[in-house]
């Protein structure tokens, strides 16, 4: 069994996450006290109490998520979690996978993704961007979607994530011209996400570049285990290369898809999701069906993977 951790990003985050690891492993309660007193402020209770419109804050949200998701990691090597064979993070899940690679302090990759949620959230007024999942088209003919949609607004492929789901991100007018151009194509669906701004297109240049000088003043180490980067869906091998994908990856799509592929082609066969929810579990299920998908959020989930697996990795 060759075993890589994927960790979630926006979209799988709930109120009540991590509260009964905290509860229950002193390891999760030293991982969000450390979250608290880097932050400022108790993300903790955000994670556990809410309110959930605070918390679906992507200010509030990327940072909570990843301290969940570092949280049950810890967890999980006290408990013969062992080494994975290599890593990959969704979007903000990116900066959990290079904690967990040793390439970031947990300390800074909580502090750069408050602060990549506040930039992300500022590069696009409110209101004036968004985000939609197409459903039963492939990556080639969304893509040809927007093309035409072009002609009225910004709209662009942003996540690529299975077979039949693409999400698009882009101005208003954009989304528009998409979501009728769509249809006409023949998709399923074509349904609006609730987030606050247009993540991954070229709309977010300008959030890339306020986090290009908050990376220039963290130290990013060499991954000491194999990470693949959203933006290349390929392993990154130093420091440098990985500050050059997180700061890319502000504005390009999240090659999801081919990501999973590249881990199965280096001799992944088992996937564990380290963190709140199982939206990384279902894509990759319909990614491949011979490989074997777990994942871990809770007491429960954790125990009932460790029967399941013996010691991972």
């Known amino acids: ?96 996978a290079l904690v967990a690679a040793g390439s970031l302090t947990f300390e800074d990759a909580v502090r750069l993704v408050h602060k990549r949620g506040r930039y992300m959230q500022e590069a696009v007024p409110l209101g004036k961007g968004g985000m939609a999942a197409v459903l039963g088209l492939s990556a080639e003919a969304v893509a040809e979607v927007c093309r035409k949609a072009s002609s009225e ?26 979501e009728l151009l769509s249809k006409e194509a023949g998709a399923r669906r074509f349904i609006s996400l609730p987030v606050s701004a247009p993540f991954h297109s070229s709309l977010m240049k300008p959030a890339g570049e306020r986090l290009a000088m908050d990376l220039a003043e963290v130290v990013v180490g060499d991954p000491a285990i194999p990470v693949v980067a959203n933006v290349s869906a390929d392993f990154v091998h130093t420091g440098k290369e990985v500050k050059e994908a997180l700061i890319r990856q502000v504005y390009s799509p999240v090659r999801w898809e081919e990501s999973i592929l590249r881990l199965i082609s280096s001799g992944i066969n088992t996937f564990v999701e380290v963190g709140p929810g199982k939206v990384l579990s279902g894509l990759i299920k319909k990614i491949s069906r011979e490989v074997s998908v777990y994942n871990i959020e809770d007491k429960d989930s954790l125990e009932k993977v460790l029967a399941l697996t013996g010691e991972v990795g």
Not at 156 to 176: H, R, S, T
Request: with cysteine; proline share 6%; net charge negative.
């Open 153 to 178: 607004g910004i709209v662009e492929p942003v996540n690529l994530n299975c077979p039949c789901q693409v999400v698009v991100a882009g101005d208003i007018a954009g989304l528009k011209a998409a």
């Open 1 to 96: 069994m060759k075993v890589a951790f994927v960790f979630p990003g926006q979209g799988s985050q709930y109120v009540g996450m991590g509260r009964e690891l905290y509860s229950s492993f002193s390891e999760a309660k030293e991982v969000f006290k450390r979250a608290d007193e880097a932050l400022g402020f108790p993300i903790s209770s955000l994670c556990f109490e809410g309110p959930e419109d605070e918390l679906n804050k992507t200010v509030n949200t990327q940072p909570a998520v990843l301290t969940v998701s570092v949280a049950c990691l810890e967890v999980l090597k006290v408990k013969g979690g062992g080494v994975p064979a290599a890593v990959a993070g969704h979007s903000l899940g990116e900066y959990t």
